[in-house]
């Protein structure tokens, strides 16, 4: 591990980094699978089902970040799709189901291990930010769910910046919003796209949280497997 710089603020993306997006998600799904009937309507399992969903709103959501489909395309037609791959006819598919989700998931409280002890160490050293593409009205519920708020001093979302990670304005937009350098910042986040590559575009250091110990096809300033790491260089 190298030496780090002198960093005074540090900007941390939020879900499948400090709240655990795949827990949230397939603990929701499972509940909506038996809430609708799923079973019955369907020929597929609860685990069928949270697979095919998962694969259907990844992609979805890369569409969105490459500015393909809207916010409201994205929440509309990834249940449609999941399902009807399923073998569902799209008539079939019960109404209210993605609302039912978009209110349940982000009152899940599951975070990665040792989130709060690693954020509760760096609040004392430095100033803590998160910049996530996730939508608004979402990602305030989920911090306010898992208690993270009371770590952040600001809360950048892709739809106050108007663009989404990578570009690299949404990070000018949190330098700006945090009044620090680029020099004197650091990005932390699990995405080699939106987290990584976008911080290294607009000057910034980076930890990739790879907590799968996958071998990243970028070369990041720093790469931890678990937030606990943090507390070994800052």
């Known amino acids: 591990m190298r030496k780090p710089k002198t960093y005074r603020h540090l900007f941390f993306d939020l879900d499948h980094t400090l709240w655990d997006f795949e ?68 008539d079939d598919v019960p109404a209210g189901l993605s609302k039912a989700f978009t209110d349940i998931c982000p009152t899940k409280t599951g975070v990665f291990p040792f989130t709060h002890e690693v954020l509760a160490y760096l609040k004392e050293k430095y100033v803590l930010h998160i910049i996530t593409n996730g939508f608004k009205d979402v990602q305030h519920i989920k911090m306010k769910s898992a208690n993270l708020n009371s770590y952040f001093s600001e809360i950048i979302t892709s739809e106050c910046a108007n663009c989404t990670k990578p570009d690299r304005r949404i990070f000018f937009h949190a330098l700006e919003r945090a009044g620090v350098t680029a ?44 937030l606990s790491e943090l507390k070994t260089f800052l």
């Open 183 to 226: 020099q004197e910042s650091l990005m932390i986040g699990d995405s080699l796209d939106a987290d990584i590559l976008g911080a290294m575009n607009a000057g910034i250091d980076q930890v990739l949280f790879n907590p799968e110990k996958k071998r990243p096809r970028l070369r990041p300033t720093y790469e931890i497997h678990c």
């Open 23 to 90: 827990k949230n998600s397939e603990e929701t799904l499972h509940h909506l699978y038996d809430h609708f009937n799923l079973g019955q309507l369907g020929n597929f399992s609860r685990d069928s089902f949270y697979r095919k969903y998962s694969f259907v709103n990844q992609r979805m959501w890369d569409l969105y970040h490459k500015g393909k489909i809207t916010q409201q395309q994205l929440r509309e037609n990834r249940f449609i799709k999941c399902l009807t791959g399923l073998g569902m006819a799209a």
